[in-house]
């Protein structure tokens, strides 16, 4: 098969031929129809993520889509012939989605959705796992709650405003103004964040109450402003880049909460891989009811244009994920 290889941080993939993997005890070989490309990937590719305890040479790509060829010992939910989709490698020693076939752990994939294509299918994986562990696992999102999405129309927040809408929330999302028909045809609220400070969105869209629900999708100074958006006594904020230094004086004079997310955990401990199945099943439900629909980017990149793809991301070019067909 074809693989993408990296061989050492901050150089080019190289194109290599190599062995098919074969599917162990509990594995499913899966014919590879597209790989999107996250932040993370590219952080890996420079070395600027430890976390993801990359061990290299290494096949990257975390999210793939494509066809199952065989199953290995003790596989009962799926057959060759199968179209699936899951968050799967690319991390630790674990081969990613930047190839032609992939041995990956079953409980991680989950049926791809009828309505959508390999790769709307495949760019769904890590955003959507990642927005439903903070609102739905950590947050426990309900109707009567408001929900405030920081980054709305990036990868994972277009994710979360959607689930958000979907469980019946009153659903708001910091922007920029020129894609603030984005997050309105999803049913939300933009707010711009340019021009508003924190104290003042919160006032003028909660009468100074603050958020029940705040997902942080961006970092850094975001985070700051979260804490200081949530509601009091009973608000919570959640976040996939809580890892800077901040106060938590203003969570913590609301009597506010904090979660952090780690969606690649259950990747790297080899731990409750089961559960990104269960919620990419919830996935599927969500986009067959046509309640969840991913923006990916019309650009079509292949194994051999991936260059092109990764400077699209880094230049920040592209509208919608990037998703590479195999």
Partial sequence: MKALVLKAFNTPYELQELNKPIAGKGQVLVKIKASAINPLDLKIKSGQAGHAQIQL??????DLAGIVQTVGEGVTQFKPGDEVYGMTGGVSDLPGSLSEYAAVDADLLAFKPVNLSFKEAASLPLAFITAWEGLADRANISPDKTVLIHGGAGGVGHIAVQIAVAKGAKVYSTVDPDKNQIIEQYGAVPIDYKNLSAEAYVDLYTDGDG????LDTVGG??????FKASKR???HVLSML?????????LSFRGATYSGIFTLYPLLSGKNRAHHGAVLQEATKLAEAGKLKPLVDSHHYTL??????YEAMEQRTNTGKVVISI
């Fill in 233 to 235: 006594y009973t608000g």
């Fill in 211 to 214: 958020f029940d629900i705040i």
């Fill in 57 to 62: 040479p290494a096949i990257l790509g975390v």
């Fill in 242 to 250: 809580g890892w800077g230094t901040h106060s938590l004086a203003p």
């Fill in 221 to 226: 100074s975001v985070l700051d402003d979260s």
């Fill in 304 to 309: 051999n244009t991936v260059t092109n793809a």
